[in-house]
C-alpha cells in the first residue's frame, strides 16, 4: 500500500475542487450494505456551494495527517488517517461505483423508503473526483415515530411525513484515487462490514499468543475470537500490548495460566482435564466466552488500595522513572 501515493492523490484533487460546485449528493438506503439503493438528491446554489467547499475542505485537512496502511490492531489519534484499497471493501466499492455513475432516480423520501444507511457528496470531475460519505448516526436521517415533525409554510403547519435528513460537515469515510481513507479503526469491519483483515489478525494474534498455552476447544474459541467483533477487539489490543511489551508473551504458559486461574477462583474461569494435565477450557457460552481473551489481556487486576480484585479491559501500565 502505498500511502504517501493516496495523500498525494486527495490534496491534488481537494485543492483543484476547492472553489468547484458540489457534483452530486445521494443518499444511501436499505438494511445493509450489501442490499443497499442508491438515489440523489439536488440542493440549491448557495447550499451545493457550501456542501463542495466542506468536502473540499475536510479532505484538504485530512491530506495534511500522516497516512498510514489499514491495520485491524491499530489505535490511531487524531493527526493519523488509515488507508485501504478500495477494492478490499467490497461493498463500499461497489456502492461508490454507482455513485460515480450518478445515473440513479432522485431520492422520493416517502414513509415506505428504506431505513438510510449512508449520505454521499461527490465533488470534482474525472479522475480527481472525491466523495465523502457520513455512515448512518447521529446528525444523518432520523424517523421520529411518536413526535409529529411541524413545517411552517405560510403561517400554517403541516405534518412533514418520511425522513428529515440532516447535513452536517462530517464525514467517515472518503474515496479517491481507489482508496478508502478513515480515522476510526472500527469503521471498516462494523459500518463497512469488510471484516477480512480484523478476522486474519484476531486469528494470527491467538496462534502467536497461545502457542505455549493448552486450551480445551481451542478451535471453537478460534472461530469466536474470528466471528466477534467484540472478541476480535480484544485480540487487536493484546496485538498492541505485544508489540509495545514483547517481553509479555512470556508469561503467558499454560502452568502460570492454570496457577493463577487457581488461585483467584472468583474469576471463575474454567479449567479441564485433558490426557492428565490441567488445562484452560474455552466455554462458548455468551456469558463465558470471554473470559480466556480476558486472561491473556490480563484484564484481572488487583488494588493495592482497596484490596480488590477487578476485571478492567481498558488500562495504562505504570512504570518507576
Known sequence: MNTEKARELLAAASEKQSAAAVAGNFVIRGGTLADAQVTRFDLDNGLAAEVAS???????ALAEKQFLAYDPSYQTDSGQVLVEALEDIPELAAL?????????GFDTGDSESASVLAMAHIIGSG??????????????????????????R???????????????PRFDVYTCGGHALFTTVSLIHTKLQADRKARHMARKTLKQVTKDIAIDGYPDLEAAVMDDPTMR????????????????????????????????????IPLAQVQGRTVLAFDPSPQHRHQIPRLLADDYLHSYLTNRRYEAGSKQRVQAE
Open 54 to 60: 466542506d468536502v473540499a475542505g475536510a479532505a484538504a
Open 127 to 152: 479522475a480527481a473526483r472525491i466523495v465523502a460519505y457520513r455512515m448512518k448516526g447521529p446528525g444523518i436521517a432520523t424517523r421520529r415515530a411518536r413526535a409529529i415533525p411541524l413545517l411552517p
Open 154 to 168: 405560510d403561517g400554517v403547519y403541516r405534518r412533514v411525513d418520511g425522513d428529515i435528513l440532516y447535513y452536517e
Open 96 to 104: 461508490d461505483e454507482v455513485v460515480r455513475g450518478g445515473d440513479v
Open 233 to 268: 477487539a480484544k485480540m487487536a489490543a493484546i496485538a498492541r500490548l505485544i508489540e509495545n511489551d514483547p517481553d509479555y508473551r512470556a508469561n503467558l504458559t499454560t502452568d502460570k495460566l492454570v496457577t493463577f486461574v487457581q488461585a483467584y477462583p472468583d474469576y471463575n
